[in-house]
């Protein structure tokens, strides 16, 4: 190989930034849902004190990491994983909600059991809940890694910068887009192939609101597509399979897609 090149490399190495591999920071994510929920985990805790050494564990693990980043040096990273778990009980508290609407909105989900170990709406919710606290504690990074970790087991592609509310229900769930200004209200549906997106993807909108509103109790059927900043989709509407949006519709709205198909008729096999 030419030197050049070579060297090339070799100054790339030098001005590499320093994160844990991403395997320990999703490892840290899945032992706090473990944690907070025992049918993701083969043991259980026997004591209150148990439990809060655990916790401890997690908070002193979470600086390590944010530490051994370079990216979140700026961070007071025992102050920001000391506020993190301040925020647990409340991140705890909405993902059960996320579970009963699972729950409720799936008639095939029969446990809380099946839905928590089993659903993969669920866990890629879990891990976007954890990143979207840390973006409010204004983590850098980590984040997008705990997001992009889960979009890799499930398909399920939601921006932890996104605002979501209560009782949010993944049905399926792959090849949802969730982007990164989205703002989702409460008992929300989403079905398999959803986008939310933007309209341009233009680098200069990088600060600006580029993807859709969708207000509370709105379903959203399989393969929908849902453009731009402006978009807000009323409360109470139903969004059909295949529909493209780009303009915002009025609460209590029905959208459908009306296709054009014609079956022909086999003819009879001759005798």
């Known amino acids: 190989m030419k030197q050049e090149f070579l060297r090339h490399i070799l100054e790339k190495q030098k001005d590499a930034q320093a994160v844990p591999p991403n395997d320990l920071i999703a490892e840290w994510a899945l032992k706090l849902v473990a944690l907070l929920f025992p049918e993701?985990?083969?043991?259980?805790?026997?004591?209150?004190?148990?439990?809060?050494?655990?916790?401890?564990?997690?908070?002193?693990?979470?600086?390590?990491?944010?530490?051994?980043?370079?990216?979140?040096?700026?961070?007071?990273?025992?102050?920001?994983?000391?506020?993190?778990?301040?925020?647990?009980?409340?991140?705890?508290?909405?993902?059960?909600?996320?579970?009963?609407?699972?729950?409720?909105?799936?008639?095939?989900?029969r446990t809380r059991f099946e839905v928590i170990r089993a659903y993969p709406g669920f866990y890629a919710i879990s891990f976007y809940r954890i990143a979207h606290a840390l973006v409010r504690l204004e983590v850098p990074l980590l984040?997008?890694?705990i997001t992009e970790y889960a979009h890799s087991k499930t398909g399920i592609d939601i921006h932890p910068g996104a605002i979501i509310g209560e009782y949010f229900f993944i049905d399926h769930g792959t090849g949802i887009v969730v982007g990164e200004t989205c703002i989702i209200g409460d008992h929300v549906k989403l079905y398999q192939g959803v986008t939310l997106g933007a309209l341009s993807v233009d680098k200069s909108m990088a600060h600006i609101k580029r993807h859709p509103t969708v207000e509370d109790h709105v379903i959203i059927y399989s393969g929908a597509t849902i453009l731009g900043g402006e978009t807000v989709i009323g409360h109470h509407s139903i969004i059909g399979g295949n529909v493209w949006l780009t303009k915002s519709i009025p609460p209590c709205s029905t959208v459908y897609h009306r296709p054009d198909i014609e079956v022909v008729a086999a003819m009879e096999e001759k005798q």
């Open 143 to 145: 984040p997008r890694i």
């Open 40 to 109: 993701r985990s083969d043991t259980v805790s026997t004591s209150v004190e148990e439990i809060e050494n655990n916790f401890t564990t997690l908070e002193v693990q979470l600086g390590r990491i944010l530490n051994a980043t370079t990216a979140c040096q700026e961070c007071n990273a025992a102050e920001k994983a000391k506020r993190f778990f301040q925020l647990v009980p409340g991140l705890y508290r909405v993902l059960n909600t996320d579970i009963e609407a699972l729950l409720d909105g799936d008639p095939a989900a």
